[in-house]
């Protein structure tokens, strides 16, 4: 088992940014791939970001490059997402993952509350 603990959330201006954590922990050998997703109320879950561990090969969904950027910390095995120039439309639940696979995300966090304000 994988567990991810995510944290940085809050509220904040448009325009502003927020540093989101994932601490993971447990057999993470396990998990080549982590990424960051998000739900906004009533709509599905979407893909934001991911970076392989190892090698660091980026990823990001078209609605956020440019402004948000992944990242890792081997030392501490935690994965970052810096979010710039946030949009009201950014406000969500962010969400933590990890997979072995790429794009089956198995293990994932309980989520953390981001909302941009106008």
């Known amino acids: 088992q994988v567990q991810l603990v995510e944290s940085g959330g809050g509220l904040v201006q448009a325009g502003g940014s927020l540093r989101l954590s994932c601490a993971a922990s447990g057999r993470t050998f396990r998990s080549t791939y982590y990424g960051w997703f998000r739900q906004a109320p009533g709509k599905e879950r979407e893909f934001i970001a991911a970076?392989?561990?190892?090698?660091?090969?980026?990823y990001y969904a078209d609605s956020v490059k440019g402004r948000f950027t992944i990242s890792r910390d081997s030392v501490k095995y935690a994965v970052y997402l810096q979010m710039d120039s946030l949009k009201p439309e950014d406000t969500a639940v962010y969400y933590c993952?990890?997979?072995?696979?790429?794009?089956?995300?198995?293990?994932w966090g309980q989520g953390t509350q981001v909302t941009v304000s106008s």
């Open positions: 970076i392989r561990w190892s090698g660091g090969s980026l």
């Open positions: 993952a990890a997979a072995y696979i790429a794009g089956q995300y198995e293990y």
